[in-house]
């Protein structure tokens, strides 16, 4: 936005504070504007509608720049999603131990194989 927009911008803040009951000040009339400075004003003026109609509280700078389509991209925090091959598939199945196993500490001991109480009679 230019300086030339700022009056533009704060009738359409305070339309917005109006709708949310919200109490304006110039303070946060200027966090706004150093918040979304850098985003076009029709990019702004489409977020407060859609604020309007999404939000059920004041939106904060950062929501309207992502309804704007500028909020801060946090994908690159995020590994690479990797697909699994073959070879992990198997190692994942084999590493798998059966929750019995996982009792009492016995998951490095083979358990006794089960027998039938026909087995136990005789």
Known sequence: M???DLAKFTVGLKALAT???FDLTEAI???YWVGLEDVELAAIGRAMRRAWKECRFMPTPAEL???SGKGKDRRPYHEP??????ADRKR???SWIPPERQ????ADRRLPPE????DDRS
């Open 65 to 67: 720049r992502d309804f």
């Open 115 to 118: 027998r039938d109480e026909e």
């Open 81 to 86: 999603v990797k697909t699994l091959t073959a």
């Open 19 to 21: 709708v949310f009951r």
């Open 92 to 94: 994942i199945r084999d």
């Open 29 to 31: 009339i200027e966090g």
């Open 103 to 106: 009792l009492l500490g016995v």
């Open 2 to 4: 230019r300086a030339a």
